[in-house]
């Protein structure tokens, strides 16, 4: 059993436990697999009871759940051959961002995307996935790139946001994201923003810009984290879970004022419960949306996006 249980699971994992220990006991007593039958209908009953009664707060917690699927893992589940590209061309690569040309359904796409890692080696180096200016410029030059070839852009956002220390500032960090809504504002080509964990600030804004804005069932986007914005207002970050709600960071509440377009279900107890089934999801959100921008002309595709923007929150 996994030991990353949050606080409002523990029904839920109370339950798995008790069937884990008749597992062990049916392999010598096979008269055990009904009860260990009907705990399982119980742990599924349990789970859509509870996760069909999120709070915001709670909603946050799942989106950082540690063993939710990130950007690699939904590539290696819904394209085929991608090939990763590196760096800014003007300071370094950046492995918190990730980027790549790839084929979906035998149609080449470039794809970018922030990185968590798992174990600590990997978070470490893909700095917990929090973009330096480098990150953002090499997503910059990805973007042109794909315009340049006439590829749709595919982007997923899950980062608590832009890396905040002095070597961000250091290396033009504010200039990096707003020189990326910029660009991605005017790329002529189409462009699919998933929301795929937590969407945290400008680091998800500089790619959050598109055509079709779509964000998991469990995933959040905000101006700041709950934490910074309790520590903001009422100055107790532990009052995060009343800033959450306050601003409204779930995806049926964006959903309402136009921040995203779409709300991509996920299984039941979230999208670590089953990578491939959430990835069959965003995959056949993402061909269907393909599909219908691809109606448009260039001149329209710009305006629709510009329009999009201005009736956020209207």
């Known amino acids: ?38 705990l399982k209908s119980e742990q599924a009953s349990l789970t859509k009871k509870i996760y069909s009664k999120l709070s915001t707060w709670q909603k946050v917690q799942v989106a950082r759940h540690p063993h939710r699927p990130h950007t690699l893992d939904f590539i290696k589940r819904i394209f085929d051959g991608f090939e990763e590209l590196h760096g800014d061309r003007q300071f370094g690569d950046d492995a918190s961002l990730v980027g790549g040309i790839a084929t979906l359904e035998g149609m080449p796409v470039m794809i970018i995307g922030h ?7 990997e978070k470490v180096k893909r700095n917990f996935g929090m973009p330096q200016p480098e990150g953002y410029r090499k997503a910059k030059r990805l973007m042109q790139l794909a315009e340049q070839f006439n590829m749709p852009l595919i982007t997923f956002i899950d980062t608590a946001g832009a890396y905040p220390g002095v070597e961000g500032e250091e290396r033009g960090q504010s200039e990096a994201i707003a020189r990326n809504l910029a660009v991605m504002s005017s790329l002529k080509t189409k462009i699919l923003v998933v ?8 680091g998800a804004l500089a790619l959050g810009v598109g055509d079709h804005v779509a964000i998991l069932e469990y995933g959040t986007y905000s101006v700041a984290s709950p934490e910074a914005c309790a520590s903001i ?11 959450a709600e306050a601003m409204k960071v779930g995806a049926s509440d964006l959903k309402k004022i136009d ?15 089953d990578y491939d089934l959430v990835s069959a999801n ?3 959100s993402l061909l269907s ?16 996006r510009y329009q999009r923007l201005l009736k956020i929150g209207a």
């Open 233 to 243: 207002v009422w100055r107790e970050s532990d009052k995060a879970p009343a800033a």
């Open 1 to 38: 059993m996994s030991t990353n249980i949050l606080d409002f699971e523990k029904p839920i994992a109370e339950v798995v436990e008790k069937i884990e220990a008749l597992q062990l006991a049916a392999i010598d007593n096979p008269e055990l697999l009904p009860q260990i039958d009907k």
């Open 259 to 273: 921040i995203v377009d779409e709300i991509i279900v996920e299984p039941i107890g979230g999208a670590h419960q």
């Open 115 to 121: 990185e968590k890692g798992r174990d600590t080696h």
């Open 289 to 304: 949306n393909i599909a219908e921008l691809s109606k448009f002309s260039q001149e329209e595709l710009l305006q629709r």
């Open 195 to 202: 929301v795929t964990g937590e969407g945290g600030s400008g």
């Open 282 to 284: 965003i995959k056949s």
